[in-house]
Protein backbone atom coordinates (compact mmCIF):
# COMPACT_ATOMS: atom_id res chain seq x y z
CA UNK A 1 0.00 0.00 0.00
CA UNK A 2 2.75 2.54 0.82
CA UNK A 3 4.44 1.51 -2.66
CA UNK A 4 1.17 2.68 -4.34
CA UNK A 5 1.03 5.99 -2.10
CA UNK A 6 4.99 6.75 -3.23
CA UNK A 7 4.28 5.90 -6.77
CA UNK A 8 1.11 7.94 -7.14
CA UNK A 9 2.82 11.12 -5.39
CA UNK A 10 6.44 10.64 -7.64
CA UNK A 11 3.41 10.45 -10.88
CA UNK A 12 2.00 14.03 -9.37
CA UNK A 13 5.35 15.56 -8.48
CA UNK A 14 6.19 15.04 -12.12
CA UNK A 15 3.41 16.45 -13.99
CA UNK A 16 3.61 19.93 -14.99
CA UNK A 17 0.36 21.52 -13.03
CA UNK A 18 1.05 24.66 -15.06
CA UNK A 19 -1.51 26.19 -17.31
CA UNK A 20 -0.09 27.57 -20.30
CA UNK A 21 -1.31 30.47 -22.08
CA UNK A 22 -1.93 30.83 -25.99
CA UNK A 23 1.11 33.39 -26.68
CA UNK A 24 2.86 30.85 -23.51
CA UNK A 25 2.55 27.91 -26.22
CA UNK A 26 3.27 29.80 -29.00
CA UNK A 27 6.91 31.60 -27.63
CA UNK A 28 7.53 27.68 -26.76
CA UNK A 29 7.13 26.19 -29.83
CA UNK A 30 8.52 29.44 -32.29
CA UNK A 31 11.79 28.89 -30.09
CA UNK A 32 11.38 24.85 -30.97
CA UNK A 33 11.01 25.30 -34.12
CA UNK A 34 13.85 28.04 -34.80
CA UNK A 35 16.37 25.70 -32.57
CA UNK A 36 15.12 22.80 -35.39
CA UNK A 37 15.70 24.85 -38.06
CA UNK A 38 19.03 25.82 -36.73
CA UNK A 39 20.16 21.50 -35.71
CA UNK A 40 19.13 21.12 -39.07
CA UNK A 41 21.51 23.03 -40.78
CA UNK A 42 24.84 22.14 -38.48
CA UNK A 43 27.19 20.16 -39.50
CA UNK A 44 27.84 18.42 -35.60
CA UNK A 45 27.90 15.11 -35.89
CA UNK A 46 25.98 14.12 -32.46
CA UNK A 47 23.06 16.02 -33.10
CA UNK A 48 20.73 13.72 -31.04
CA UNK A 49 22.91 15.47 -28.01
CA UNK A 50 23.03 18.85 -29.39
CA UNK A 51 18.95 18.63 -29.80
CA UNK A 52 18.48 17.44 -26.46
CA UNK A 53 21.02 20.29 -24.63
CA UNK A 54 19.11 22.68 -26.91
CA UNK A 55 15.59 21.55 -25.63
CA UNK A 56 17.13 21.21 -22.30
CA UNK A 57 18.02 24.91 -22.26
CA UNK A 58 14.92 26.38 -23.55
CA UNK A 59 12.90 24.24 -21.09
CA UNK A 60 15.44 25.67 -18.63
CA UNK A 61 14.39 29.69 -20.11
CA UNK A 62 10.45 28.73 -19.55
CA UNK A 63 10.87 27.49 -15.97
CA UNK A 64 10.77 24.00 -16.80
CA UNK A 65 13.29 21.48 -14.92
CA UNK A 66 14.06 19.63 -18.11
CA UNK A 67 12.86 19.12 -21.81
CA UNK A 68 10.70 16.20 -20.96
CA UNK A 69 8.43 18.56 -18.68
CA UNK A 70 8.66 21.04 -21.48
CA UNK A 71 7.51 18.34 -23.70
CA UNK A 72 4.63 17.26 -21.13
CA UNK A 73 3.52 20.57 -20.85
CA UNK A 74 2.51 21.05 -24.22
CA UNK A 75 0.62 17.60 -24.49
CA UNK A 76 -2.91 19.88 -23.64
CA UNK A 77 -2.51 20.80 -27.49
CA UNK A 78 -2.84 17.54 -29.01
CA UNK A 79 -6.04 17.05 -26.72
CA UNK A 80 -8.02 20.23 -27.78
CA UNK A 81 -8.02 21.08 -31.36
CA UNK A 82 -8.87 24.26 -31.36
CA UNK A 83 -6.36 26.18 -28.76
CA UNK A 84 -3.84 24.01 -31.34
CA UNK A 85 -5.60 25.99 -34.74
CA UNK A 86 -5.31 28.90 -32.36
CA UNK A 87 -1.74 28.33 -31.24
CA UNK A 88 -0.57 27.36 -35.32
CA UNK A 89 -2.02 30.49 -36.51
CA UNK A 90 -0.22 32.83 -33.73
CA UNK A 91 3.15 30.20 -34.55
CA UNK A 92 2.69 31.40 -37.78
CA UNK A 93 1.98 34.95 -37.80
CA UNK A 94 5.05 35.08 -35.30
CA UNK A 95 7.45 32.99 -37.81
CA UNK A 96 6.37 36.07 -40.34
CA UNK A 97 7.33 38.70 -38.08
CA UNK A 98 10.53 37.43 -37.69
CA UNK A 99 11.07 36.99 -41.08
CA UNK A 100 10.13 40.52 -41.79
CA UNK A 101 12.09 41.80 -39.62
CA UNK A 102 14.96 40.02 -40.78
CA UNK A 103 14.52 41.17 -43.86
CA UNK A 104 14.52 44.63 -42.53
CA UNK A 105 17.21 44.83 -40.75
CA UNK A 106 19.58 43.21 -43.31
CA UNK A 107 18.28 45.58 -45.99
CA UNK A 108 18.41 48.84 -43.58
CA UNK A 109 22.35 47.54 -43.02
Known amino acids: MVGWI ?7 SCKDHRNL ?10 DLQLAE ?4 NTTVKNK ?5 AIHDRIATVYGFKNS ?12 DPQKMLDVTKLVSKQLE ?4 SSITNTTTQ
Open 6 to 12: VMVMVMI
Open 21 to 30: TNEQYTDIIV
Open 37 to 40: SIMT
Open 48 to 52: DSLKR
Open 68 to 79: DELISALQPLTL
Open 97 to 100: RLAD
